[in-house]
């Protein structure tokens, strides 16, 4: 008895699907497919046209901060130098500015908006921030250099004249013109619209019976937004952070106008020197040879890593911050 | 406030002097949900509002403790009184009458963020009072909503870990926390098994003793097992209006209106 029981294996189950499903499933397995597809061409071309420096250059190519090429008359490469230190400390130093920035002020304007703002008003400026979203970033960058350069400088003075002595904040020759911190302003104004509507969404999706639950304890409205909200939302907001993160250190024209350029490596964030891997791309392509645009492309693929690093690192926060949320 | 002395038991146990509805109305827009309620609930007694789906039974309790406000375009008219105050006065903080009149939900809604201990103490917290010993409170509490022995030596799991029907008694030892006068019940049995459904009928016994309980209910056994008043609510299509109150012994056995006979034996409803 007990032997005939051993014997017998679970069925295969199986279905026939219809043709029109079939169809239907390789319609969406094409348009699933093909964001990968696109992915991986550009990476295999970014490698394929920048191992050559990447070889040549090894493991200076991120750790060395030069950036010069020396060619013969007949355009012949005579000796050159590529490393992209400085740009990847200024890429992240921007950035992280920015993220610094625009949380916050991110957070408030979505907990504004869900839970503050008459109806009117938050579809007024529900519109607005989607519309910030949508802004050319070419704009934000003339805006950044005509109009927020000079008021953060004043700003920049202020930080280093009474945070001056955390190295951070030291300015060294004192320049304070084009930093990563007015880069970092800039950035962070563009996006705060991220955020806000990532922070915006999740927040909305706080469960609405503790939110009662909340309130019939008698709490007040913030009370109860730090009880139920921002417990719910937390984890959304870190990916939401990171999608800006990532925004930010891709970022090209914008940092490019109002960032000086300087290969060499700079932590103090008020210094008018810095660098930016997206803006070294575009200051140096246009009159490149075609050995400085292999490393040009180089440049490309680190920053792709660097940024899919992120992406990752962001997916791994919110697996783990989720669940203690909900 | 006649009717409330005539009725209070004498136990000096009890927290304030009862709660009033007088003239109560409510609207949803345009919709008038709920018509001219008076009620008396006196201190410490359970009085049990029953009718069918719909008759404005939540709704009524909701404008109670101002919860009924949080609905866009909700409205009311008449008065709630409390320790002889009327709750809509202006220059009322709604917080602190919430603080005296706890509410228990239909859904059982622990805070998930927060521990088993920590849900119990969470009035506490979000309404900024300090108590001499936590620790006393908590088991206090807890031993009230009759879950202290299933909980006692896992106080920091998370509350979600719990079943059904602890999570609700989790929720009734939340409320008792901030040591409400009043504590209303909507329907706080509808989703637990009857086990459970037992032990919270339980805990509004003995909590009774303390404190003025309102229960919505659509069980009608329930209504003559935990309660010492019943109300009768029905919409005949129109706006929610009781019909009918009096000790539930009555109602159950000799109700005065014909209604009321024809929901309570099960004719309709």
């Known amino acids: 008895m007990s032997s005939a029981v051993e014997q017998v294996t679970p069925r295969e189950i199986t279905t026939e699907p219809r043709r029109s499903d079939r169809v239907f499933r390789g319609i969406v397995t094409a348009g699933g497919f093909s964001s990968l597809l696109i992915l991986g061409l550009i990476t295999a071309f970014l490698g394929y046209r920048g191992f050559e420096v990447i070889l040549e250059e090894g493991f200076g190519f991120i750790t060395n901060s030069d950036w010069s090429i020396t060619t013969d008359e007949a355009g012949n490469v005579v000796e050159s130098n590529f490393g992209l230190a400085a740009m990847l400390v200024g890429t992240i130093l921007c950035a992280f500015i920015a993220v610094i920035i625009a949380v916050p002020i991110s957070v408030f304007s979505a907990l504004f908006l869900n839970f503050y703002a008459p109806n009117w008003l938050k579809r007024i400026l529900i519109a607005i921030i989607d519309l910030m979203a949508a802004f050319p970033s070419i704009l934000f960058g003339i805006w950044g250099f005509l109009v927020l350069m000079p008021s953060v400088e004043y700003w920049a003075k202020l930080i280093n004249k009474y945070l001056g002595f955390i190295p951070l904040f030291e300015v060294k020759p004192y320049f304070v013109t084009r930093s990563p911190f007015v880069a970092g302003v800039v950035l962070a104004i563009m996006i705060i619209p991220i955020i806000t509507s990532v922070s915006r969404e999740v927040f909305a999706q706080a469960p609405l019976d503790r939110i009662q639950a909340a309130y019939a304890l008698g709490a007040t409205r913030w009370a109860m937004i730090k009880a139920v909200v921002i417990p719910h939302g937390r984890s959304g907001v870190i990916g939401g952070a990171m999608l800006g993160l990532g925004r930010a250190m891709g970022e090209t024209v914008a940092v490019f106008t109002v960032l000086n350029i300087v290969f060499q490596v700079n932590w103090h964030v008020l210094l008018g020197a810095g660098g930016n891997v997206a803006s070294l791309i575009i200051l140096k392509f246009g009159d490149a040879s075609p050995y400085e645009i292999k490393a040009l492309m180089a440049a490309g693929l680190v920053l792709f890593v660097m940024t899919l690093g992120v992406n990752a690192l962001a997916d791994f926060i919110v697996k783990r911050t989720g669940k203690s949320g909900r | ?269």
């Open chain 2, 1 to 269: 406030m006649t009717s409330a002395e005539m009725l209070t038991p004498e136990n000096p146990k009890v927290l304030g002097t009862g709660l009033e509805a007088r003239g109560v109305h409510a609207w949803f827009g345009k919709n008038h949900v709920l018509s001219d309620i008076n009620l008396n609930f006196a201190a410490g007694t359970v009085t049990a509002l029953i009718g069918p789906s719909g008759c404005g039974k939540s709704t009524f309790i909701r404008t109670i403790n101002r919860m009924h406000e949080f609905i866009p375009t909700a409205a009311m008219a008449g008065e709630v009184f409390l320790d002889g105050k009327d709750v809509y006065a202006s220059g009322t903080d709604v917080t602190k009458i919430r603080l005296k009149i706890g509410m228990v939900f239909q859904k059982p809604n622990p805070f998930p963020s927060m521990t088993i201990g920590e849900n119990v103490l969470s009035g506490l917290k979000l309404a900024q009072l300090k108590v001499p010993n936590k620790d006393d409170l908590l088991e206090e509490c807890l031993t009230r909503a009759g879950l202290w022995k299933e909980v006692k030596d896992r106080l920091s799991a998370h509350g979600g870990s719990l079943s059904g029907g602890q999570q609700q008694r989790l929720c009734i030892a939340r409320s008792l926390a901030v040591a409400p006068q009043v504590l209303l019940m909507d329907e706080p049995c509808s989703a637990l098994d009857p086990g459970s459904t037992l032990r919270i009928e339980e805990t509004i016994r003995e909590l009774s003793d303390s404190m003025t309980i309102v229960i919505v209910t659509h069980n009608m056994q329930q209504a003559a097992r935990v309660s010492d008043y019943t109300a009768f609510f029905l919409s005949d299509g129109g706006p929610g209006e009781m019909i009918e109150t009096a000790p539930t012994s009555e109602i159950f056995s000799r109700p005065k209106d014909k209604r009321t006979e024809d929901y309570v034996t099960g004719r309709f409803g």
